[in-house]
């Protein structure tokens, strides 16, 4: 079987030249003689016309399909310079490979967001899920190709964890008890001695302590995984099973992390730009029109950068436009951080150096005692993409922020242990990978840029 994809990249090969070609039906039309029936086979965007006529021994079949169906189609390429597209297959034979019902849910009209959601094992055969899912496989690939163009080794983080990275407390417990049958102690505390791993266990937040182990050793690292958070956010930016890219740096400061955030997301917009150009521009007609014009200034302009401090100087002064007013100390809401990159910047902004505590245990403290060497990438129309930071490498002053932390010491004795072996300067950040999914596309809901979404009440297939 020859792609449809194929077919558009090297048409002149193929016209005039009899091909075979297998895919699901988009629509079907036929009269008494002869019928259409539009083709995609999921290797490109633009699906293919096939003309078959009454000669077939088949053509009742074939006239009776449903929408859906599975078909496998002889014939020869012919150039069509009136029509849209710009060939169809005059057909010599359609095999049915597999019928579809005539209940099938895909119909040919515009179906909302909504909906397909609700059939999530279909909505791939759609055009708009159909890009999304190209780009993501390609965004991925170019991830681990900047990366690894970089040196930077692959490292798998483990997803069954017993420590809490943000120390948020929002992690899914992972057990093998029966909670309910298990004795508890005075204060109602399961024993987790008894569990699978002889302590208490969860999934991942973050595979960055365990990154940073493999950074003090190989220099550059990165993960590239699923992370999970039982955050209760009930937003369009919030999954509870996400993937996170988090690359990872020895001998490097909050600057060389930026410089390595900018690098990495204007590698990925050209990378897409130049592999997806169909998908990009059916995004800029039909989700988001200002699209391309956006993704090609980020490519060719410098990320703003601002402190903390400036930002909520600058945030302050409009706080009638917000429903949380902003003061020093607060943690910025997705509003605030629209605000800023949307009417104040225009472009993607780093925002640096955070109130410690608005933020993790293990970012490095600054010199004035009450703010951390962090960094967010915030971007138009979604808020947050990135978050990161300098780690903290000094033994005593982790400990003591652990400490005033609660966090129990015996969880985090390996990533202690680098403070006390050749610890180096280093830093790293997380950069969501739907995030950058639905910046990359324009989508608006985390939910349609995962294959199989699982959100607050939503675990469905
Ligand atoms: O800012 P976060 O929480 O940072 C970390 O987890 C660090 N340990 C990363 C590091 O320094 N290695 O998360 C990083 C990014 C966010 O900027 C956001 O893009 C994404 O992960 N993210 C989510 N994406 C979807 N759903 C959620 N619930 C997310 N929470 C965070
Ligand atoms: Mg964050």
């Not at 999921?42 to 929408?67: A, K, W």
């Not at 989700?287 to 993704?295: H, S, T």
């Not at 949380?324 to 009417?343: A, F, I």
């Not at 962090?374 to 990161?388: F, K, R, S, Y």
């Amino acid at each position: 079987l020859i792609t449809i994809r194929e077919l558009y990249k090297n048409r002149e090969e193929y016209l005039d030249k009899d091909i075979t070609i297998g895919g699901w039906v988009r629509s079907l039309r036929d009269s008494k003689a002869f019928g259409f029936i539009v083709v995609n086979d999921g290797t490109f965007f633009e699906p293919l016309q096939v003309v078959y006529h009454d000669t077939m021994d088949n053509f009742d079949e074939i006239s009776r399909l449903n929408v859906g169906a599975a078909v496998i189609v002889t014939g020869t390429l012919v150039a069509t310079p009136q029509a849209k597209q710009p060939f169809e297959i005059q057909a010599r034979e359609v095999e049915v490979e597999g019928a579809s019902a005539p209940d099938y849910p895909l119909q040919k009209k515009r179906h909302s967001f909504e909906y397909l959601r609700t059939i999530a094992h279909l909505r791939p055969r759609t055009n708009t899920f159909q890009a999304v899912f190209r780009v993501r496989s390609l965004t991925a690939y170019a991830l681990h190709r900047f990366f690894q163009e970089r040196g930077f080794v692959y490292v798998h983080t483990p997803i069954i964890t017993g420590s809490d990275c943000e120390g948020a407390g929002e992690m899914f417990r992972v057990t093998t008890l029966d909670l309910e049958d298990t004795p508890k102690d005075g204060q109602g505390n399961v024993d987790y001695s008894r569990d699978f791993f002889g302590k208490e266990t969860s999934l991942t937040v973050s595979g960055q302590l365990n990154g940073e182990t493999y950074a003090q050793a190989f220099r550059n690292i990165y993960t590239f995984g699923p992370t999970f958070r039982a955050e209760n956010s009930n937003t369009t930016r919030h999954a509870a099973e996400f993937w996170m890219i988090e690359p990872e740096m020895a001998f490097a400061d909050l600057d060389d992390n930026m410089m390595l955030a900018e690098a990495m997301l204007k590698y990925v917009i050209n990378y897409v730009l130049e592999n997806a150009p169909e998908e990009i521009s059916f995004f800029n007609s039909f989700v988001d029109k200002g699209l391309l014009d956006r993704l090609k200034n980020v490519v060719s302009s410098e990320f703003a950068r601002v402190t903390y401090t400036e930002a909520v100087e600058i945030l302050e002064k409009n706080n009638d436009k917000f429903e949380y007013k902003v003061s020093w100390g607060t943690d910025l809401q997705t509003e605030h951080e629209r605000y800023l990159t949307e009417e104040v910047y225009k472009r993607p902004v780093f925002v640096t150096d955070y109130p410690k505590e608005i933020k993790a245990f293990y970012m490095k403290q600054n010199d004035d005692g009450r703010t951390v060497a962090a960094v967010d990438c915030l971007v138009p129309g979604i808020g947050e993409i990135i978050g990161g930071s300098q780690r903290e490498d000094d033994y005593d002053k982790l400990l003591a922020r652990m400490k005033e932390m609660d966090l129990k010491e015996e969880d985090y004795e390996f990533y202690l242990d680098l403070r006390r072996y050749g610890s180096t300067r280093h830093s790293g950040f997380g950069l969501g990978f739907e995030r950058c999914i639905m910046y990359l596309t324009g989508m608006g809901n985390i939910r349609d840029v995962i294959p199989f979404p699982r959100t607050v009440n939503n675990c469905e297939l």
